[in-house]
């Protein structure tokens, strides 16, 4: 069995979740990714990629402060060689998101 069908049969693995919120992200759906990602995080919550994830999907929901707080958990959490984390949180603080 693969794991795109054991994901279909568990849904509460996390991957699945950060996958589907990646889905809604593309779709437009910041609300729904927003959720499906709080999902995964709440299942792995010291996985720093699903923290990245989120805290992206929170600055396109506009969320700002909120994502500034879940990215810098992921860049403490985010081993030396993993810069996604910080990298968002750089352009976050420096972009014209707050404005």
């Excluded at 996390?14 to 299942?43: M, P, R, W």
């Excluded at 720093?48 to 600055?59: A, E, F, M, Q, R």
Aim: proline residues 4%.
């Amino acid at each position: 069995m693969n794991i795109f069908m054991e994901e279909k049969m568990r849904p509460d693995i996390s991957v699945f979740h950060n996958g589907l919120s990646y889905c809604y992200q593309k779709l437009g759906d910041f609300s729904k990714a927003t959720e499906e990602a709080k999902i995964a995080v709440e299942l792995d919550p010291e996985n720093h990629v699903y923290l990245t994830d989120l805290g992206w999907t929170l600055v396109e929901a506009k969320r700002f402060d909120e994502a500034e707080a879940v990215l810098k958990k992921a860049v403490r959490l985010s081993p030396p060689d993993y810069d996604l984390a910080k990298n968002n949180l750089e352009e976050l603080k420096g972009g014209d998101f707050y404005s």
